[in-house]
């Protein structure tokens, strides 16, 4: 099977402006969780969804928010950027998302300017 | 907040030794899993321990949970240059597909 795939590997965004990223889950995975990397807070939960339905949130404000599709695929968006939202966004998928296997995608880079 | 530390930050070994690195948590736990990430790229799931199981092996990989002092460890033996990367311990935390991991051990294997 394809693995976890996510779209833009790389993105320069300016302070204000809002950005979109994409995840597509391994066949047959109805859970995606969405989670921030940066060097000062490491790897940090931002939501999840299951079904199209988010079933869960990381402590985040609300420009952070997200959707999924009916074919699992999901996105994130950032609204209103900060320069601290400079960080690599990490997606990973699994069957049921009830403490199992996460397998994530290469991630996205965004640098905020 | 992290639930997991992770000990040490950073371990520089030479091939063919081997490297522990150690994870403590906080709260009870279904399982606990170990990601290797390689320089920034994604993470590749190494293992996953279930919280009724005390040791788990995986090729040169072991694994130990003791989960009366809320603690891991992963062991590598016979490390090799291709070992070098970041490794982080994760939970569960019991809140369906969310992980909390811990802020990762930097691996440095020279050859």
């Known amino acids: 099977k394809a693995g976890v795939t996510q779209t833009p590997r790389y993105l320069i965004k300016t302070r204000g402006q809002q950005v979109t990223l994409s995840c597509s889950p391994i066949?047959?995975?109805?859970?995606v969780s969405w989670y921030q990397q940066t060097p000062g807070q490491g790897l940090q939960f931002l939501f999840e969804?299951?079904?199209?339905?988010?079933?869960n949130k990381g402590n985040f404000p609300g420009r952070f928010s997200g959707r999924q599709f009916s074919n699992s695929r999901s996105e994130m968006n950032v609204s209103t950027l900060e320069l601290g939202d400079s960080a690599l966004y990490l997606c990973?998928?699994?069957?049921?998302?009830?403490?199992?296997?996460?397998?994530f995608g290469p991630g996205t880079r965004l640098l905020v300017l | 907040s992290q639930q997991g530390e992770e000990d040490p930050q950073a371990l520089s070994i030479q091939e063919g030794e081997n490297a522990t690195m150690n994870c403590s948590y906080k709260?009870?736990?279904?399982?606990l899993q170990w990601y290797r990430q390689n320089s920034g790229r994604g993470l590749v799931h190494l293992i996953l321990?279930?919280?009724?199981?005390r040791e788990k092996h995986s090729g040169r990989l072991r694994v130990t949970l003791d989960t009366s002092k809320k603690s891991s460890s992963l062991l590598i033996t016979a490390s090799r240059a291709a070992d070098t990367a970041s490794y982080f311990c994760?939970?569960?935390?019991?809140?369906?597909?969310?992980?909390?991991f811990g802020q990762g051990t930097e691996l440095s294997v020279k050859p």
């Open positions: 990973a998928s699994s069957l049921l998302g009830e403490a199992e296997t996460q397998y």
């Open positions: 066949s047959g995975h109805r859970s």
């Open positions: 969804y299951f079904s199209e339905t988010q079933r």
């Open positions: 709260t009870s736990i279904n399982n």
């Open positions: 321990i279930r919280s009724n199981e």
């Open positions: 994760a939970t569960d935390d019991n809140q369906g597909g969310k992980l909390i």
